[in-house]
């Protein structure tokens, strides 16, 4: 089973370069998420998609852009890619649009590792 | 105030101690708690749901103080194999979409 795929796995960028990270999902979810991660700040969430056509952002929005392309795919996109944006990037999902009760559990990409030069 | 905090660590403890984590959390309607577990440089995955009146995994116990709003796990009978960074991560409400997650606290278990 793939469960939350991310490409690339790797990537350096020069400051100013955009890209787009991508991830897919084969679990039927609902909900999808991006998050960075960083030495001594933990997850941080960027975007969310609570659902198939809606988008919202999260804690640390700025630089980035989201599209959720269908149930399955949600990309992030770096338009002009800056220092601070060098981070372990995660994609994940879960099942529901709300994360009700118990259920809340996210499953996770391996991570997309970017450094911004 | 952070959302969610927690000791960051590094705990060092010997094979077969008993070690406790805390995680307090600032927002009183939060709802869903949860233990996420994350091996270095790998992604995070669920260890274990908090329930209101505790509950138990094997080794791992967790609980819930609603009154001072913090979470805490306890592992009992370390292996060496549970060394990681034990995340905790905290929903908050209904309508909330998103889970707000620790810094997380490296445990390292030292044979």
């Known amino acids: 089973n793939a469960g939350v795929t991310q490409t690339p796995k790797f990537q350096v960028l020069k400051t100013g370069q955009s890209m787009t990270l991508q991830c897919a999902q084969d679990?039927?979810?609902?909900?999808m998420y991006w998050y960075r991660q960083d030495p001594g700040m933990g997850l941080r969430l960027i975007y969310y998609?609570?659902?198939?056509?809606?988008?919202d952002k999260g804690e640390v929005p700025n630089g980035y852009n989201v599209s959720r392309l269908n149930k399955r795919e949600f990309s992030l996109r770096l338009e002009s890619a800056a220092p601070s944006q060098t981070s372990v990037y995660f994609c994940?999902?879960?099942?529901?649009?709300?994360?009700?009760?118990?259920?809340?559990?996210?499953?996770f990409g391996e991570g997309s590792r970017l450094t911004v030069l | 105030r952070k959302e969610v905090e927690q000791d960051p660590g590094p705990f060092n403890v010997p094979e077969g101690a008993t070690v406790a984590f805390n995680c307090t959390y600032s927002n009183s309607a939060s709802q869903s708690f949860f233990w996420y577990r994350q091996d270095c440089r790998k992604e995070p995955k669920l260890l274990m749901s908090v329930y209101s009146s505790g509950n138990e995994d094997g080794r791992f116990t967790a609980q819930l103080n609603r009154a001072s709003q913090y979470i805490s796990l306890l592992i009992r009978d370390s292996k060496l194999s549970d060394s990681a960074t034990y995340l905790c991560a905290v929903k908050t409400g209904a309508g909330s979409y998103q889970l707000t997650f620790g810094k997380g606290t490296k445990l390292s278990v030292i044979p």
């Open positions: 998609s609570a659902s198939e056509g809606t988008t």
């Open positions: 679990m039927n979810h609902n909900s």
């Open positions: 994940a999902s879960n099942r529901r649009s709300d994360l009700a009760g118990l259920t809340g559990e996210l499953f």
